[in-house]
């Protein structure tokens, strides 16, 4: 799949991975950080309180024995392009994590424009002698969305145009070689997905793979029914929850009566989750 993004990249220079949480969108952007095409890359995350001054730049106040003065101060897209324009034979990513979290609009500002990669944008002033902007050939973009996010649905049109956009879906083969016991987790998720689509009606809900892996040790990705029930009770309990608006009859057809009060006694949980999910 690796080279398929960097296909995809090298055409459209900036993609959205998208996708319910837990399908690796973030462990993809990690797998591409890494990959030999690019020789620099950057990780920034947006959220609410991100802004044009942290993204493209500020100005700040120094101070000298003359007395305080107005300066200015790049932000961490500014610097990196920036950077990328002095390295022209150097492959730069630049990765977004959480892309709709962020007011996009405000954070770009004027800059947005540059994405079309033939424009070049005049700044609103200069920045540490950066007036203009404009995205060398050298350099990807790279950001992530939670389709389940209702932020989703507010995205500008003009970061949509302007994006490749690739949705990750639940790997249930990959989930399959998980062990719990007898198991086929991947058959699990598969089970609970389906029930989740004809419950609460909406494909955004379902889960990903990553709900149902351990931390990997030195026998692969193993889980024990103990640490198995705390995940299932503490984090997938919880999503679905939310996910239903905290309706116990919605959770209960999706994961059993049983299941859905949350057991804590690990042998009680054991016999209703092989009660509910035994093939």
């Known amino acids: 799949k690796t080279s398929f993004y960097i296909f995809i990249l090298k055409n459209k220079k900036q993609i959205v991975l998208t996708g319910v949480p837990g399908v690796g969108k973030s462990r993809y952007t990690t797998i591409l950080c890494k990959n030999e095409f690019f020789s620099h890359e950057k990780v920034i995350q947006f959220h609410a309180s991100y802004g044009y001054e942290d993204f493209i730049g500020a100005e700040i106040l120094e101070s ?100 490749a956009f690739i949705t990750l879906l639940p790997n249930y083969d990959f989930l399959s070689e998980v062990m719990l016991d007898n198991f086929d987790l991947g058959n699990v998720l598969r089970t609970i997905n389906q029930r989740i689509l004809s419950t609460l009606k909406d494909s955004e809900l379902i889960l990903g793979q990553s709900y149902f892996i351990p931390p990997k040790g030195e026998n692969g990705y193993v889980w024990s029914f103990e640490a198995f029930k705390n995940q299932f009770n503490f984090v997938i309990l919880p999503t679905l929850r939310e996910y239903s608006f905290n309706d116990p009859a919605a959770v209960n057809t999706i994961v059993g009566e049983y299941l859905g009060e949350g057991i804590q006694e690990l042998d009680d949980f054991m016999v209703a989750f092989s009660a509910e999910f035994s093939e």
């Open 64 to 163: 000298s024995l003359d007395g305080t003065y107005v300066t200015t101060r790049k932000g961490v897209f500014l610097n990196f392009v920036n950077e990328a324009l002095l390295h022209p034979k150097e492959n730069y990513l630049f990765v977004i994590d959480e892309l709709n979290r962020g007011n996009i609009a405000e954070i770009f500002g004027e800059t947005i424009l540059a994405l079309d990669r033939d424009y070049t944008v005049d700044l609103s002033r200069e920045y540490e002698g950066i007036k203009t902007l404009r995205l060398p050939d050298n350099f990807y973009i790279v950001g992530t969305m939670n389709t389940s996010d209702r932020n989703i649905a507010f995205l500008d049109l003009a970061i949509r145009r302007r994006f």
